[in-house]
């Protein structure tokens, strides 16, 4: 006897669905799928097309409202999802594992590469059940293109609709390589003259307010290198190519372990901080809130 083939919807479009019928918004249902705004009206719109007439949703400018017609759905669309996840988690249970929180996180890609990646391995071991999903960007907090659970920037700054944690502090310092100091020793600022600065495009002025603090305005360099991204920068630095101005978190690691040196640890420039802004929705969320802990930890300075 052939088994009845069942006829079914896109999937990922009732997930949709369900989501924007539950919490009455596409936008909070794409916070909660983790994805943009207009992908959840695209996937409604699938849905309704596949079904026809008539429409799911009544429209307005911030909410949306179920029409008879997808009031009916949710009733059946709702139990059924739940009693996939509930399968779902039961199959883990047996198999002696629980199921995994995914945290979705975008960072800086210089603080995650410099700072971030190389401490995710000790995250991991405390929390094995926490999968964390990171990206990287330059955004804004508030014009990112889909919802993230923690996004990590420069601060203190106030977005409407998130609350912000202190990660860590900088200030930022000439760093390079020891090897560069045996062939050009740096015993006062002025030597820098004889030396390659190192140079980031997005923050032209560094050197010239560092030197302007040190009370060396007129001093010019031998030669200059610039690049577009601050971690491309200090492995310049680390590749003995000049001497980069460092931001003093992201370059602790190399100092403890004597790949970069400070020729002038006095003065430094001050730096903003680094934050974590979590949506105000979801500052409550288990996952958010142990990596929250464990990145302030993690900043403290060592004493």
């Not at 918004?25 to 705004?37: C, I, P, Q, R």
């Not at 911030?62 to 008879?68: D, P, S, Y």
Request: charged share 20%.
């Amino acid at each position: 006897m052939l088994a009845r083939r069942r006829t079914l919807p896109p999937l990922n479009a009732i997930r949709a669905f369900e989501a924007a019928a539950r919490l009455g918004s596409f936008k909070d249902a794409a916070g909660e799928l983790g994805v943009t705004h207009g992908a959840i009206s695209q996937q409604v719109r699938v849905l309704e097309q596949w079904l026809g007439a008539p429409a799911l949703f009544r429209r307005s400018t911030r909410r949306v409202v179920l029409t008879e017609s997808g009031a009916t759905l949710l009733a059946e669309v709702g139990p059924a999802l739940d009693r996939i996840a509930a399968a779902v988690r039961h199959h883990i249970e047996r198999q002696g594992r629980s199921p995994a929180m995914v945290l979705r996180v975008n960072a800086l890609a210089t603080f995650s590469l410099r700072w971030l990646m190389p401490r995710m391995a000790l995250f991991r071991a405390m929390h094995p059940d926490i999968e964390v999903r990171l990206t990287t960007s330059n955004d804004p907090v508030d014009a990112l293109p889909e919802a993230f659970d923690v996004v990590i920037r420069g601060g203190p700054d106030a977005f409407h609709g998130f609350v912000s944690r202190l990660v860590l502090s900088e200030r930022r310092l000439p760093v390079c390589a020891p090897a560069l100091l045996t062939s050009l020793p740096l015993t006062d600022i002025a030597d820098l003259s004889r030396h390659t600065l190192l140079h980031v495009t997005s923050m032209p002025r560094l050197w010239r307010d560092w030197l302007t603090l040190a009370g060396q305005t007129g001093l010019e360099s031998a030669a200059a290198l610039t690049f577009d991204h601050f971690y491309l920068t200090i492995q310049a630095a680390l590749d003995g190519l000049g001497v980069a101005m460092g931001p003093t978190a992201l370059v602790a690691d190399d100092l403890a372990a004597g790949r970069l040196v400070t020729p002038f640890p006095h003065p430094s420039l001050p730096a903003r901080s680094y934050f974590a802004y979590l949506p105000e929705a979801h500052q409550a969320d288990p996952p958010s809130l142990l990596f929250c802990d464990w990145l302030a930890q993690q900043g403290q300075p060592e004493m």
